[in-house]
């Protein structure tokens, strides 16, 4: 019996798949940080709301919309820099009531949903923050 194991499959495509969105090509010229930076956002934020889409009676995902009127609690992770130089960590979390009308799409809609994500979603945050 052969134990051969399944290649990781990519996340950001798993989740424009979830959300019926077309997915960016890979981003080939990395000389741009602007660029870089901006793909690496919105790689992670595609993948946030595929973690936060609500699944319909039908079986497809609609995206979570946040609601900022001071009642709809919002989770979003805090990472810190390893001293070691091995990258980011997850640290803690922190939810947050807010009147604005702009948040960040980083957030997570619970609690449960963003620790389950976090550590899954670290290359996405690594490439994030360090780019």
């Given at each position: 019996?052969?134990?051969?194991?399944?290649?990781?499959?990519?996340?950001?495509?798993?989740?424009?798949?979830?959300?019926?969105?077309?997915?960016?090509?890979?981003?080939?010229?990395l000389s741009d940080s602007e660029a870089v930076h901006d793909d690496a956002?919105?790689?992670?934020?595609?993948?946030?709301?595929?973690?936060?889409?609500?699944?319909?009676?039908?079986?497809?995902?609609?995206?979570?919309?946040?609601?900022?009127?001071?009642?709809?609690?919002?989770?979003?992770?805090?990472?810190?820099?390893?001293?070691?130089?091995?990258?980011?960590?997850?640290?803690?979390?922190?939810?947050?009531?807010?009147?604005?009308?702009?948040?960040?799409?980083?957030?997570?809609?619970?609690?449960?949903?963003?620790?389950?994500?976090?550590?899954?979603?670290?290359?996405?945050?690594?490439?994030?923050?360090?780019?």
């Amino acid at each position: 019996m052969s134990t051969k194991k399944q290649p990781k499959k990519d996340l950001y495509l798993l989740a424009c798949q979830k959300l019926g969105k077309t997915p960016k090509p890979v981003l080939t010229d990395l000389s741009d940080s602007e660029a870089v930076h901006d793909d690496a956002a919105h790689r992670l934020r595609t993948c946030i709301a595929a973690e936060n889409a609500i699944k319909q009676p039908d079986g497809t995902f609609k995206e979570w919309k946040a609601v900022y009127d001071g009642y709809e609690r919002h989770y979003f992770p805090y990472h810190k820099k390893d001293p070691s130089g091995s990258g980011w960590a997850y640290d803690s979390y922190v939810c947050w009531d807010t009147s604005t009308l702009v948040g960040p799409r980083l957030e997570y809609r619970s609690y449960e949903i963003m620790i389950g994500a976090v550590t899954k979603l670290n290359p996405y945050y690594e490439a994030y923050l360090n780019s």
